[in-house]
């Protein structure tokens, strides 16, 4: 079983990947500290979980909340329904909660655990590619606001993340391809060797090959370990993990929070930097072109939605938690491989590629 270790010293954790792990009772139980656990869940991956994770953690006092799914369920209001449910049954602080779900159940349910009674533990279950690769590794805890996405949230690590492969079998293809824009997103920031190798396993990649899944989120969640180990809180690295983000959050604020998925607001985001980077003399068509390639070997947007301009983009982006000293600060690559942040972005650049 490949097994991972993020290393923040006595928030250390491990990140397990394989086949059948929602089936490994002691993996679980291992890292629950008492009696008392709550699931945090939805709609749509309650059924196809709940129960049997439940039945394995019998001899637990176990309960659970279930949310309705969707990114526009990510809000204040369900955040407050965990915190009354915890607090109605009467949930101390060796409690500890389950996040079994894509990034908004995981996202929202660390959220809750850090703020709790000023924190319990959880542990993370993610079964999305888009969690299994990204949200679910390195402690980044949120709910959305209207005028922003993950604005209200706590840097708050998990004891464990269980990343079971299996899961993926169920995630409709637009699910499926969304969570693949965060995976290419790792080749273009920073890793020029796993870009090519997604490049050579596109069919694999889509015919749910296990091996190659396997491969692809240890190769993920490595390289994010390596850059939250050094630098938790966003402080400097930590922050090219938002390649495509600034226009990605821009699209989903202003589309409404669903209407574009996560994944594909941060493909066409991506799309965009590259541009800028083409733009800036950073980067060469020739490069650009490949990425957009990739991306579209996906079925992910390269273009940003018709009816965003550059005051709608403008607008959102002032909003963006990379901002130092009012300048609008984004992520660039230079090549495939290497990336930037850069505040020399101008007006007149971001009109040029909108």
Not at 8 to 34: F, M, W
Not at 192 to 197: D, G, I, M, Y
Not at 226 to 235: G, H, L, Q, R
Not at 270 to 289: I, R, T, W
Request: charged content about 20%; some cysteine; glycine content about 8%.
């Amino acid at each position: 079983m490949p097994t991972l270790q993020l290393e923040l010293g006595e928030r250390s954790y491990p990140i397990y990947i394989d086949s059948g792990l929602l089936t490994n009772i002691d993996l679980l139980t291992k890292h629950i500290r008492a009696k008392r656990v709550c699931i945090i869940t939805n709609t749509v991956v309650a059924p196809l979980y709940l129960e049997e994770i439940k039945a394995k953690l019998s001899d637990y006092e176990l309960d659970e909340v279930i949310l309705p799914d969707g990114e526009a369920e990510k809000s204040l209001a369900n955040f407050e329904r965990i915190m009354s449910h915890l607090l109605a049954n009467e949930h101390g602080r060796d409690t500890t909660l389950i996040a079994l779900g894509g990034g908004v159940i995981g996202d929202m349910t660390g959220f809750a655990a850090a703020c709790y009674q000023r924190g319990v533990d959880f542990i993370q279950i993610p079964t999305t590619v888009l969690s299994q690769v990204d949200s679910s590794v390195g402690g980044k805890t949120a709910v959305n606001h209207p005028l922003g996405k993950n604005m209200i949230g706590a840097f708050y690590q998990p004891k464990a993340v269980i990343i079971d492969i299996n899961t993926l079998t169920t995630l409709p293809v637009r699910e499926f391809n969304a969570g693949i824009a965060e995976v290419i997103k790792y080749g273009i920031l920073g890793d020029k060797e796993f870009f090519c190798w997604l490049e050579n396993n596109i069919t694999a990649i889509q015919q749910g090959d296990e091996a190659i899944l396997a491969t692809m989120i240890e190769k993920c969640c490595q390289c994010k370990a390596d850059i939250v180990s050094n630098d938790e809180t966003e402080s400097g690295v930590r922050a090219l993990l938002n390649l495509g983000h600034t226009f990605g959050h821009a699209i989903e604020a202003e589309q409404g929070y669903g209407n574009w998925l996560h994944g594909e607001a941060v493909a066409a985001g991506m799309v965009l930097a590259s541009k800028l980077a083409v733009v800036m003399d950073l980067l060469e068509v020739s490069e650009l072109c490949r990425i957009e390639s990739l991306i579209k070997a996906f079925d992910l947007p390269l273009l940003a939605p018709e009816n965003m301009g550059l005051d709608e983009f403008v607008r959102h982006m002032r909003r963006d938690k990379k901002n130092i000293g009012g300048k609008l600060r984004f992520i660039i690559p230079t090549s495939i491989g290497n990336s930037e942040i850069r505040d020399d972005v101008t007006v007149k650049m971001l009109q040029q590629i909108l």
